[in-house]
Structure formats: structure tokens, C-alpha cells
């Protein structure tokens, strides 16, 4: 640091002794004949003041604290004071006027020219740190001045920017908004389930008791179609929240859309023109093909109902690739490779108060008894469990586009088979051999009607069945000598899924077969692997009939 320290000691030879003293360590010095010319030698960057007390109590204070006083805010001027000789008290009684000289440092005789050098060290370091905070000051002020400059320029952009924040945090409450209301849609859907299991399956029990009466029978069999439309509703309601159990396949959509033309044109009438406009070298996608064919139905559905005069519908495939800036007023589509299914009618669109609640179950504009309300939601429920989203964009009077991503995907299943080859449900399969009473079966339902349903269900075949209303009962029973042909246990357990249950049963009993029944998808039903050899699953409400038949074809697998 070249800034000099400022010596004023005019008494002998107390200067030049300084100056020397202070030339051994390298420190710079400029001796001042009297007061003023030391005052002048503030205006320029200095490291320090040493001053003799005799030079102040000559020429004054006032002048010198005046222009400490005057330092800029960044600046503690280290000063120090070589106290006079003799009156020890005197000294100390003046200290409350040194004081005013601010960051002083008072140097008693007889001084050292060590001693010298150690405060003047000092007081160089600590002026080193003033003149970085100086540096820090202005680098600051003139980032401001550049900050402040530019404020103007970007007005435009920030009040874009804010548009954008504010269609986002509109975005982040329809999407929590719609997930709280799947979250509880779903749990009133899977206890609903549960009560339908127990209704339904007692009345396929009463319905098989009295063949014979067909006046009651008749009875029966109006509760059953009742409850089972019952049960329809609710797995809409599962589609809605995601929860419900899918059986996804490598899935080619052209070939889909084209299959469904024909019953597309049927339902939409003759005065609507259906067009089909399908992408060469479309990827494939791995996806419910049931569930696809019917959002694609509801969808031209819908289109017809919106178009009472005729008009156009237009139905496209295409390859999309979405990255990290494209979002929707729905909700968040995560960036990646999608499959895209769209959908366009020329009908009367939807105002923005219907749009923005327009996936929302129940929501209809539809009169009584001519809409339920959950197309779309099942539509959206079920896109975003395939791991992909659902958009609509319409405006009045210029019709709707619903857009449906969904992932691509390989082509061929978990473990390389293609998906065309796939085996048909296990439900529609027929019992090879006769029920066998010498076969033991574990079921695992929390539910106790449930759980008695099945009981007797089991046993009415002639199988052994032991039972547990709760995981801890389960594993004690595997960790038994008993014979377990089956495991047959409810996916949502208190304290343990299904799943893991599974997994443990297998730990303990290789090769054990499972069936899964459920009120809703718990388990990555959407994995190819999900469900390996030895291993079904179910959705509630099960009927009698299929869940007989599915435990023994699942029996009778290894004799296949």
C-alpha cells in the first residue's frame, strides 16, 4: 500500500527518528511541519496519523477533529498519540480530549522503535480492511447505478414476468386443488368398494340360493344390475383420482383410431364429417387400450353434443416432445416423449368459467339425466396415471381441442413379449379341474364383511381357508408350519400394503402364488413387471363367480 503514514512531531528530532524507526519495517512516511499542513494531507488516502502531544496541545485540536469528523463513512483513521514525559496523571486526564480524535491509540515513553512498529502494523492492517470495505462501497454504488439504469428497460418484461408468475401459482392451485379432490374422491370411491363387495357378493350367493324362485330371483337380480352400476360410477371416480387399477400394453394408436372409425362415425351421426389424421412413424405408447377407446368415444361424444347443427371432428395423431417451458393452465405436464391423441370439434366451445372447472367430477352443463359429469374427469384421472396429461383448450363459438399425452414407450412388454400376444383376463378363463378340498388357502381383509364374504366363498368350493384381519395374524400364519397353496389378501392393509405382504409370504414360501384384490391401484400397476408368474389382481367389487374362477386358475397354473 503506497498511502503514507502522516507524522507531526516538530519537538528535536522525534520526527526523523520516526521515519527511520518505521523505513526498517517498509512502512512510508510523510513528516508534516504544523498542523495544517497535516490537515491538508487528508485529502488524499493515507494509511495513519502519529502525533506528539506537544504538537496538539500547540496548535489545537478543533481543526483536526473537524476533519476526522469529516471521513466518509467507510473510514476509522487509526491515530496514534505520543504521550509527553513525566505527569502519568496528566496524561490520563486528557484521555476524554483523545477521545475525539476518534480510532486513537495511546503510546506512552519510553517508546520502543519495536513497540513503534507494532502499532503502526497494526494500524496498517486495520486500514487495509477500511480501504476494502471502500472498495466493496463502490463496487456496490455502481452496481446500483447499472441496477437502477436498467429498471426502466425491463419494465415491459417484468410486468411479463409477473403474468406468467401469477398464471403459474393459478396453474399450482387448480393442480392442488384438483389432487385434494382426487385424494378424497378416491378414498370415498375405495370405502364404497369395500361396501358393494359385501353387497354384491352376498347377492350372487342369494341369487345362486334361489334359482328356483324366480319371483325373488327377479328381485335379486334388479339389486345386482343396480349395484353394478354402482360400481361403474365408482370406477369412474377412481379414474378420477388415479386410483384406478389399469392394464396397460405396448399400444399402437394409430391402429386403435383406426379401428374406431367406423363406430366413431356411427356415434357422432351423419351430419357431423369425421376426419382422422394419423402420423406417420408414430411411436407406440404403453397405456390401457380400454380405457383409450373410451376417453376417445366420450370425447367425439362430447364433440357431437356440442355441434346440434352439424360440423366437423377431427381426430389426429402425432409424435410430441415437450420440454421444461411447456405448461397449461391444467396443470404441470412434465418435459419428455409423448404419444399425442387429439381430439377437435367446430362446436360451440366452452367460456372460461366452464373451462377452468371443466375436469372436475360432477361438473356438468348438461341438463338432469343427460350427463353425469365424469367423462372428462376419468379422461384427466386416467392420463395422469398413465404417467402423461390431458388438455383442453377452447374458446366460444370456436369450438373444443382436447389433448391427451401419453408416455412412448418401446413396444414390447417387460419381459420383451409383444403386447399383441398378450394373454387374455384370467376372468374369462374356465376352471380346468374341479375344486380340490385339499388345497389351503390364506385370506387377508381388513374389512370384516369382506373378509367373511370371501371365507365362505372359499370354503363353499371345498377349499381349506385360513383367515386374518390384519397383516401381524398373516405373517404368524406364514411363519407356521401350515400348508398355503394362495395368498389372497386386500392391497391396502393397515400398517403394511399388500404388496409388502407378498414380497414377505415369498421370502418365507418361495413360489407362492398371489392374488391381489383392490379397491384401488396401490401398488405401479403401470410397471410391465408389476404382476409376474404366479400373481393376479382383482378389483372390487369382485363377484363370486370371478373370484372363484381366478383362484383356480391361479391353482391350476403349474398343471397348465
Request: aromatic share 4%; hydrophobic share 45%.
Amino acid at each position: 500500500m503506497d498511502a503514507p503514514i502522516l507524522v507531526l512531531a516538530p519537538h528535536g528530532r522525534d520526527a526523523e527518528v520516526i521515519r527511520l524507526v518505521l523505513d526498517e519495517v517498509g512502512m512510508t512516511t510523510r513528516l508534516c511541519a504544523d498542523l495544517p499542513a497535516l490537515c491538508d494531507g487528508l485529502a488524499r488516502d493515507v494509511t495513519a496519523l502519529i502525533l506528539s502531544e506537544g504538537a496538539l496541545l500547540r496548535a489545537g485540536m478543533e481543526p483536526l477533529v473537524a476533519c476526522l469528523e469529516a471521513q466518509p463513512p467507510w473510514s476509522d483513521l487509526p491515530v496514534l498519540v505520543l504521550t509527553a514525559r513525566g505527569n502519568r496523571s496528566a496524561s490520563k486526564a486528557r484521555w476524554a480530549q483523545f477521545q475525539r480524535l476518534g480510532n486513537v491509540t495511546l503510546l506512552d515513553p519510553p517508546l520502543h522503535a519495536e513497540a513503534l512498529q507494532s502499532a503502526a502494523q497494526s494500524a496498517l492492517r486495520a486500514r487495509l480492511r477500511q480501504y476494502r470495505i471502500r472498495t466493496l462501497l463502490a463496487d456496490i454504488e455502481r452496481a446500483n447505478d447499472e441496477l437502477e439504469g436498467r429498471v426502466a428497460e425491463r419494465t415491459q418484461s417484468l410486468q411479463t414476468e409477473m403474468r406468467e408468475r401469477r398464471k403459474a401459482e393459478e396453474a399450482l392451485q387448480q393442480a392442488q386443488k384438483m389432487e385434494a379432490v382426487g385424494q378424497l374422491t378416491g378414498g370415498i370411491a375405495h370405502d364404497f368398494n369395500n361396501l358393494l363387495q359385501v353387497m354384491l357378493g352376498n347377492l350372487h350367493l342369494l341369487r345362486s340360493a334361489l334359482s328356483a324362485d324366480e319371483a325373488l330371483l327377479r328381485h335379486v337380480t334388479m339389486a345386482v344390475t343396480a349395484g353394478d352400476r354402482a360400481a361403474a360410477l365408482t370406477r369412474h371416480l377412481l379414474a378420477f383420482a388415479r386410483r384406478q387399477p389399469l392394464t396397460p400394453r405396448s399400444l399402437d394408436l394409430n391402429a386403435l383410431v383406426a379401428a374406431m372409425s367406423g363406430l366413431i362415425q356411427q356415434s357422432v351421426g351423419e351430419s357431423i364429417r369425421v376426419e382422422t389424421v394419423l402420423a406417420d412413424g408414430l411411436w407406440r405408447t404403453w397405456a390401457d387400450a380400454n380405457q383409450v377407446e373410451s376417453a376417445l368415444l366420450n370425447l367425439a361424444i362430447n364433440g357431437r353434443d356440442a355441434m346440434p347443427d352439424g360440423g366437423r371432428l377431427r381426430v389426429e395423431t402425432s409424435n410430441a416432445v415437450l420440454d421444461e417451458t411447456v405448461s397449461d393452465a391444467q396443470g404441470d405436464i412434465l418435459p419428455g416423449r409423448y404419444v399425442l391423441l387429439r381430439i377437435t370439434d367446430t362446436g360451440s366451445g366452452m367460456p372460461p368459467d366452464v373451462l377452468e372447472r371443466a375436469f372436475e367430477p360432477f361438473f356438468t352443463t348438461k341438463p338432469i339425466g343427460q350427463g353425469t359429469g365424469l367423462g372428462l374427469s376419468q379422461l384427466y384421472g386416467f392420463a395422469r396415471q398413465s404417467g402423461g396429461h390431458a388438455v383442453i383448450r377452447s374458446q366460444p363459438g370456436q369450438g373444443t381441442t382436447v389433448s391427451l399425452y401419453l408416455p412412448r414407450h418401446d413396444g414390447v412388454d417387460g419381459n420383451g413379449v409383444d403386447e399383441a400376444d398378450a394373454a387374455i383376463p384370467v376372468a374369462e378363463a374356465e376352471p380346468r379341474t374341479p375344486s380340490r378340498n385339499d388345497e389351503t388357502i390364506l385370506v387377508v381383509e381388513d374389512e370384516a364383511l369382506v373378509l367373511m364374504l370371501w371365507v365362505e366363498a372359499l370354503e363353499g368350493q371345498g377349499y381349506h381357508v385360513l383367515q386374518a384381519a390384519e397383516p401381524e395374524a398373516a405373517v404368524a400364519i406364514l411363519e407356521s408350519d401350515a400348508a398355503i397353496d394362495l395368498l389372497v389378501t386386500d392391497v391396502g392393509l393397515p400398517g403394511m400394503t399388500g404388496r409388502d405382504l407378498a414380497d414377505l409370504a415369498r421370502g418365507l414360501r418361495p413360489g407362492l402364488r398371489v392374488l391381489f384384490v383392490t379397491g384401488y391401484a396401490h401398488y405401479a400397476a403401470l410397471e410391465p413387471d408389476s404382476l409376474g408368474a404366479g400373481t393376479r389382481m382383482l378389483s372390487k367389487p369382485v363377484g363370486v363367480d370371478t373370484l372363484q374362477i381366478t383362484v383356480r386358475g391361479l391353482l391350476d397354473e403349474d398343471s397348465a
